[in-house]
């Protein structure tokens, strides 16, 4: 068998809150898998079932063909998992803190060098340092160290970059990168739509449940109407004249631009971008341009939860 | 001084022998939505501290609504609004006793309170959730409500600092509308935030580099210049200097400096 993860109708309540609901899902071996999805989607309950930290009210999982619920022991051994708030000490230094999670999984920092090198080698001219001294960066670079110590087979990182700057976070999706190299397999959740792009596939989440799981590239190309990116000057006022437009099916800024979706469906991308070009300069807006786009992950994931109902406040 | 909500000339602060901002200036226009972008660490919060009349600086000036940041604090703090990513809201209250409570703050009339109550839950469609504590509210309801209660004294110039991280998208873009309207109607609005994509939503923005100005002009402009995709890509080209592979990333960790009075 080549799935590493199989999740079949997953389901998780708190009360009467439903945090997971009927979630199903695979991931191949060697795979980098996404979760994308804003805070409060499920991701983070989905993950710490995986790891078997929390069990489900109904539905199966296996990780590394071990049940997450019956097998809890021998999947502790073999997973990694960084949590989505910092949990090093943050009293203990860099070493300390990665001699003591060795040490749990009987194992020494010295015997994994290797496995730890790429990442450990950035974190070890700060080894003395306390933990809760780190900038935000490094401070995931321990944790993920911590996270690697015991030579996982399967990695889960919730939420690895929030709360990390601009750089940090394309070093550590670089890292990622580098690891699935080696073959390892990662699942990983973002609430950042730009990162879904970094992942083999990806599944999309929102308010507990799974919208959809494709690569990025399918993703985009799900979109399923003509794309066109708007500038005009008066940013605010071309966004309302725009909604108000007869053959308007939606507008949303979106950057520097606007991002229009036309209700004629037959027509062309090109002759929308002029269409509405046109309608713009008539009413008087000033350095109008508009051309079509590829629609993003972004622009899907706001067309798949637009309908739904509550999202309007 | 037509129009110019901050104007910022050669502000320095230092700690010790550490220069947070380092000779720092430039102008945000009236109705100008400005992104204040840098790494943590790399000395925005110094800034927005001395601009918000909260920590003096070493040298060089700054007026904020046409108040001296140093010589003239009550009148800029009664100039500007603020709203952080962590706290702005008092959880246990609900919207309409928030929006009661800073509008009492502000020494607004109860009349006026009662109007700018009535409107705001309007604008923001809360009608059915004016009444419930906003810590049942979801992330990206309360940011927006955030947002409305950092105006509610109507003031000239609001600080956001990473105002839609971890909301999701569709809330984010109607967090996006609010501030436009309020750009569209005269209030200069200054974004700071580490999330380059956010950076594309402003007019105008700047790049903080270990306490310096590495680049400011719009979005298009900086882009164009240095002919990449997006902002994201240009920050990380400014905050590291060329390179590849590991030798590069691994210079990069010695860039990190220990926390200098930054949290985030």
Same mark, same amino acid.
């Given at each position: 068998m080549t799935d590493a993860v199989t999740v079949e109708s997953l389901v998780k309540r708190f009360g009467p809150t439903v945090a997971l609901d009927d979630v199903s899902f695979a991931v191949a071996k060697g795979e980098l898998f996404g979760f994308v999805g804003p805070d409060g989607g499920g991701k983070t309950t989905l993950f710490r079932i995986l790891v078997s930290l929390l069990v489900p009210d109904s539905g199966r999982g296996r990780v590394l063909g071990l049940d997450i619920v019956r097998d809890f022991r021998a999947l502790r051994q073999r997973v990694g998992y960084m949590a989505g708030r910092f949990s090093l000490y943050?009293?203990?230094?860099?070493?300390?803190?990665?001699?003591?999670?060795?040490?749990?999984?009987?194992?020494?920092?010295?015997?994994?060098?290797?496995?730890?090198?790429?990442?450990?080698?950035?974190?070890?001219?700060?080894?003395?340092?306390?933990?809760?001294?780190?900038?935000?960066?490094?401070?995931?670079? +321990?944790?993920?160290?911590?996270?690697?110590?015991?030579?996982?087979?399967?990695?889960? +990182?919730?939420?690895?970059?929030?709360?990390?700057?601009?750089?940090?976070?394309?070093?550590?999706?670089?890292?990622?990168?580098?690891?699935?190299?080696?073959?390892?397999?990662?699942?990983?959740?973002?609430p950042y739509m730009d990162e879904a792009t970094r992942c083999d596939r990806i599944a999309l989440m929102h308010r507990s449940k799974l919208l959809g799981v494709d690569t990025p590239a399918g993703i985009s190309g799900g979109f399923g109407r003509p794309l066109v990116g708007i500038h005009a000057s008066d940013r605010y006022k071309a966004l309302l004249a725009l909604r108000a437009y007869e053959h308007a099916h939606s507008v949303y800024p979106f950057g520097e631009v606007m991002h229009y979706t036309d209700a004629r469906l037959d027509m062309p991308a090109e002759r929308i971008a002029s269409d509405v070009e046109g309608f713009l300069v008539a009413r008087g807006f000033r350095d109008v341009t508009a051309a079509p786009l590829t629609p993003t992950v972004e622009d899907t994931f706001i067309a798949r939860t637009a309908s739904n109902p509550g999202n309007n406040a | 001084m037509t129009d110019v909500a901050i104007r910022v000339n050669e502000l320095t602060r230092t700690f010790g022998a550490f220069t947070a901002v380092d000779h720092i200036s430039f102008d945000v226009t009236a109705g100008e939505v400005f992104g204040f972008l840098g790494a943590n660490g790399a000395g925005k919060t110094t800034a927005i501290r001395m601009l918000i009349g909260l920590l003096q600086p070493s040298s060089g000036n700054a007026r904020v609504a046409g108040y001296d940041v140093v010589g003239e604090t009550e009148q800029v703090k009664r100039s500007i609004g603020y709203m952080s990513q962590r706290f702005s809201l008092y959880e246990d209250l609900t919207p309409r006793e928030n929006i009661r409570l800073y509008g009492g703050i502000y020494g607004l009339t109860r009349h006026q309170i009662r109007e700018r109550t009535a409107r705001m839950l309007e604008r923001l469609g809360f009608s059915g959730v004016a009444d419930t504590p906003v810590s049942s509210l979801p992330l990206g309801w309360r940011q927006k409500l955030a947002f409305s209660v950092a105006l509610v004294h109507q003031p000239r110039i609001v600080f956001l600092d990473e105002p839609t991280s971890g909301v999701d998208p569709i809330t984010r873009r109607q967090f996006w509308e609010l501030i436009y309207e309020a750009a569209s109607n005269g209030t200069t609005v200054l974004v700071t935030t580490h999330y380059m994509d956010e950076a594309e939503y402003c007019d105008r923005v700047s790049i903080m580099v270990a306490g310096r100005i590495a680049a400011m002009g719009t979005p298009a402009e900086l882009k164009g210049q240095a002919g990449v995709e997006s902002i994201d890509e240009l920050f990380v080209r400014l905050a590291r200097p060329v390179g590849a592979g590991e030798e590069h990333r691994t210079r990069g960790a010695g860039l990190v400096r220990p926390a200098d009075g930054e949290h985030q």
């Amino acid at each position: 068998m080549t799935d590493a993860v199989t999740v079949e109708s997953l389901v998780k309540r708190f009360g009467p809150t439903v945090a997971l609901d009927d979630v199903s899902f695979a991931v191949a071996k060697g795979e980098l898998f996404g979760f994308v999805g804003p805070d409060g989607g499920g991701k983070t309950t989905l993950f710490r079932i995986l790891v078997s930290l929390l069990v489900p009210d109904s539905g199966r999982g296996r990780v590394l063909g071990l049940d997450i619920v019956r097998d809890f022991r021998a999947l502790r051994q073999r997973v990694g998992y960084m949590a989505g708030r910092f949990s090093l000490y943050p009293d203990l230094s860099v070493e300390e803190n990665l001699t003591f999670f060795a040490s749990v999984f009987g194992t020494t920092v010295a015997r994994e060098y290797e496995q730890i090198k790429p990442i450990y080698s950035q974190l070890e001219p700060f080894k003395d340092r306390r933990a809760a001294a780190l900038s935000g960066g490094m401070k995931q670079k +321990l944790a993920l160290c911590c996270a690697l110590v015991h030579r996982p087979d399967i990695l889960f +990182l919730d939420e690895p970059t929030t709360g990390v700057d601009a750089v940090s976070r394309r070093e550590f999706w670089d890292l990622l990168g580098s690891m699935k190299r080696g073959g390892l397999t990662t699942l990983v959740s973002t609430p950042y739509m730009d990162e879904a792009t970094r992942c083999d596939r990806i599944a999309l989440m929102h308010r507990s449940k799974l919208l959809g799981v494709d690569t990025p590239a399918g993703i985009s190309g799900g979109f399923g109407r003509p794309l066109v990116g708007i500038h005009a000057s008066d940013r605010y006022k071309a966004l309302l004249a725009l909604r108000a437009y007869e053959h308007a099916h939606s507008v949303y800024p979106f950057g520097e631009v606007m991002h229009y979706t036309d209700a004629r469906l037959d027509m062309p991308a090109e002759r929308i971008a002029s269409d509405v070009e046109g309608f713009l300069v008539a009413r008087g807006f000033r350095d109008v341009t508009a051309a079509p786009l590829t629609p993003t992950v972004e622009d899907t994931f706001i067309a798949r939860t637009a309908s739904n109902p509550g999202n309007n406040a | 001084m037509t129009d110019v909500a901050i104007r910022v000339n050669e502000l320095t602060r230092t700690f010790g022998a550490f220069t947070a901002v380092d000779h720092i200036s430039f102008d945000v226009t009236a109705g100008e939505v400005f992104g204040f972008l840098g790494a943590n660490g790399a000395g925005k919060t110094t800034a927005i501290r001395m601009l918000i009349g909260l920590l003096q600086p070493s040298s060089g000036n700054a007026r904020v609504a046409g108040y001296d940041v140093v010589g003239e604090t009550e009148q800029v703090k009664r100039s500007i609004g603020y709203m952080s990513q962590r706290f702005s809201l008092y959880e246990d209250l609900t919207p309409r006793e928030n929006i009661r409570l800073y509008g009492g703050i502000y020494g607004l009339t109860r009349h006026q309170i009662r109007e700018r109550t009535a409107r705001m839950l309007e604008r923001l469609g809360f009608s059915g959730v004016a009444d419930t504590p906003v810590s049942s509210l979801p992330l990206g309801w309360r940011q927006k409500l955030a947002f409305s209660v950092a105006l509610v004294h109507q003031p000239r110039i609001v600080f956001l600092d990473e105002p839609t991280s971890g909301v999701d998208p569709i809330t984010r873009r109607q967090f996006w509308e609010l501030i436009y309207e309020a750009a569209s109607n005269g209030t200069t609005v200054l974004v700071t935030t580490h999330y380059m994509d956010e950076a594309e939503y402003c007019d105008r923005v700047s790049i903080m580099v270990a306490g310096r100005i590495a680049a400011m002009g719009t979005p298009a402009e900086l882009k164009g210049q240095a002919g990449v995709e997006s902002i994201d890509e240009l920050f990380v080209r400014l905050a590291r200097p060329v390179g590849a592979g590991e030798e590069h990333r691994t210079r990069g960790a010695g860039l990190v400096r220990p926390a200098d009075g930054e949290h985030q």
